[in-house]
């Protein structure tokens, strides 16, 4: 029986190359993308390794493109062994700087969009009585910081969802994992979205914490650690709730275990923005 799996944000970084890893893993991977002009990358690459690439017009922000997507695939193959909710962006600036409208689009791609995502999948999941959610959360997804709590805040949601979910889904057959990635060498920082505000009062930290986040990401982990990790998480038996990526996310999470609320909060000044 061919394994199908389905990626979200797939015409770079992360998700371009989960689907690949995917496809390479033997699965039937529709790599799903908002904009399908950049789906020759992917395909270019399925056809010299050839690999079973399907490129599909997904928006998460668009509901019909979820549905009709959904609808192809199920026509086509009749199951679902793997989603993996991908696409997202990050809205840099602090909060007062950031209008009502920007913070909801913030939600609306990196929330509610897996939210339409997954529910449009669980029916069929359900029925199969398996298959495997991947949620690609954060380091930022357990840790706040500065000049980042709209993006922060998506990403804490996205783990309490997970958690949820995992109860919801087990008696189905249903693994829910979440990815917890800490600074990947992506399209990611170039396409951060920044509030313009030009007499902003928080200037001064917003342009220490991106000097800071700008050093992290020359030195970033490439996002084939992600998509391997990815892979290890969908082909183990009883996968565990959250995979860090990258020493930095490791680093991180140790930290926030061990210390106090407040030792980490001084520990985050220092390793950020001092
Ligand atoms: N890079 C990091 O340091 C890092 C760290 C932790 C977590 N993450 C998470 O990893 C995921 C992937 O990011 P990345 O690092 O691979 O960055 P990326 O290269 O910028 O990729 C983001 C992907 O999401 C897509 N996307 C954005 N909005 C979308 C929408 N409304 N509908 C469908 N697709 C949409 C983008 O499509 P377009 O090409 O059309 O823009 C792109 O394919 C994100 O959820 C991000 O939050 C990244």
Redesign the pocket.
């Known amino acids: 029986m061919e394994k199908v799996a389905i990626v979200?944000?797939?015409?770079?970084?992360?998700?371009?190359e989960t689907a690949l890893a995917l496809a390479r893993d033997g699965y039937y991977t529709y790599a799903?993308?908002?904009?399908t002009k950049?789906g020759n990358k992917i395909l270019e690459v399925a056809k010299k390794e050839n690999l079973k690439i399907e490129v599909l017009h997904?928006?998460?922000?668009?509901e019909g493109t979820i549905k009709s997507s959904i609808k192809k695939i199920l026509d086509d193959k009749k199951r679902v062994d793997v989603l993996v909710n991908?696409?997202?962006?990050?809205l840099f600036g602090c909060l007062e700087d950031l209008s009502i409208e920007d913070l909801k689009s913030q939600f609306?791609?990196?929330f509610f969009?897996l939210i339409k995502t997954i529910q449009s999948v669980l029916p069929i999941m359900r029925k199969q009585r398996s298959g495997i959610i991947v949620n690609?959360?954060?380091?930022?997804g357990r840790i706040g910081f500065p000049a980042s709590p709209a993006?922060i805040s998506s990403?804490f949601a996205l783990e309490g969802l997970s958690e949820s979910m995992r109860f919801e889904l087990e008696p189905f057959g249903i693994k829910t994992v979440i990815i917890?990635?800490?600074?990947?060498?992506?399209?990611?920082?170039?396409?951060l979205k920044q509030s313009t505000r030009i007499d902003s009062a928080y200037k001064d930290i917003t342009e220490k914490v991106m000097k800071g986040l700008t050093m992290m990401?020359e030195m970033?982990t490439p996002?084939q650690e992600?998509a391997r990790t990815i892979i290890k998480a969908v082909n183990t038996e009883n996968p565990l709730p959250r995979y860090p990526v990258g020493n930095d996310a490791i680093m991180f999470l140790e930290a926030k275990k061990n210390k106090t609320d407040i030792e980490f909060e001084n520990y985050i000044k220092k390793e950020l923005y001092s």
């Open positions: 979200t944000g797939s015409s770079s970084g992360i998700g371009f799903t993308m908002r904009d950049k997904l928006d998460v922000d668009k991908n696409a997202g962006y990050g609306e791609t990196n969009g690609v959360s954060s380091v930022a993006y990403k917890e990635p800490g600074v990947i060498k992506t399209n990611f920082f170039t396409s990401a970033g996002p992600v």
